[in-house]
């Protein structure tokens, strides 16, 4: 299974920033949508965003609209999701997605990705 390469993890103090990038190698074809989530000790996976591949549109769980951005660098062919004022609660693996989800999935959907990188940690503590 192609693989995405997450990059952009690290420690920051509460209230600082962090950029994520997620690399879709060129060969990863027919998808329409790319997604981050992410995954903190002890709970489950959670959505934090997507964008079209277009770049067109972009969708946020609410807890993070108004700190997280996600915009495609299309002449890099990768996904930059910039996250702002960070909080010890945002501490998790963040992984990117990316699939064709067609109209058949939400947006939130994990299942309607196929294709994902291998994660990237992001600790949020002073």
């Known amino acids: 299974q192609m693989q995405l390469v997450e990059s952009g993890g690290g420690l920051v103090q509460p209230g600082g920033s962090l950029r994520l990038s997620c690399a879709v190698p060129g060969s990863v074809l027919s998808i329409d949508t790319l997604g981050w989530f992410r995954q903190a000790p002890g709970k489950g996976q959670e959505f934090v965003g997507a964008?079209?591949?277009?770049?067109?549109?972009?969708y946020y769980k609410d807890s993070m609209k108004g700190r997280f951005t996600l915009s495609r660098d299309g002449a890099k062919n990768t996904v930059n999701l910039q996250m702002n004022n960070l909080k010890p609660e945002d501490t998790a693996v963040y992984y990117c997605?990316?699939?064709?989800?067609?109209?058949?999935?939400?947006?939130?959907?994990?299942?309607?990705?196929?294709?994902w990188g291998q994660g990237t940690q992001v600790t949020v503590s002073s």
């Open positions: 997605a990316a699939g064709y989800l067609g109209g058949r999935y939400l947006y939130s959907a994990a299942e309607g990705y196929h294709y």
């Open positions: 964008i079209r591949w277009s770049g067109s549109s972009t």
